[in-house]
Nanobody, 116 residues
């Protein structure tokens, strides 16, 4: 069974950094398009970053361009989201998503809170 588990969220000050991790079991990330999404209270879920090695596609949402970086460690079957220069508007629950042939798998989410 494919499972995704996020970790690394927490409380940080404005301008601080966090690194989120998404570990996949039951598959290999090389076979999937991987993305990070977030949802803040009262807002729709939005795409943050996407990476696909087979398709050579990279995407960053406008609010995070230049501050967030998505990467992977194939040996650990883990995808990361490095978040720098965090702002209060980055506060949200962050979700990891893996997609293959229109099959979508989601993690449980990890809370990121940025204080002003």
């Amino acid at each position: 069974e494919v499972q995704l588990v996020e970790s690394g969220g927490g409380l940080v000050q404005t301008g601080g950094s966090l690194r989120l991790s998404c570990a996949l079991s039951g598959g290999t990330f090389d076979d999937y398009t991987v993305g990070w999404f977030r949802q803040a209270p009262g807002k729709e879920r939005e795409g943050v970053a996407c990476f696909s090695l087979p398709d050579r596609v990279f995407y960053y949402g406008d609010p995070v361009k230049g501050r967030f970086t998505i990467s992977r460690d194939n040996a650990k079957n883990t995808v990361y989201l490095q978040m720098n220069d965090l702002k209060p508007e980055d506060t949200a629950v962050y979700y990891c998503n893996a997609e293959r042939r229109n099959m979508n798998y989601w993690g449980q989410g990890t809370q990121v809170t940025v204080s002003s």
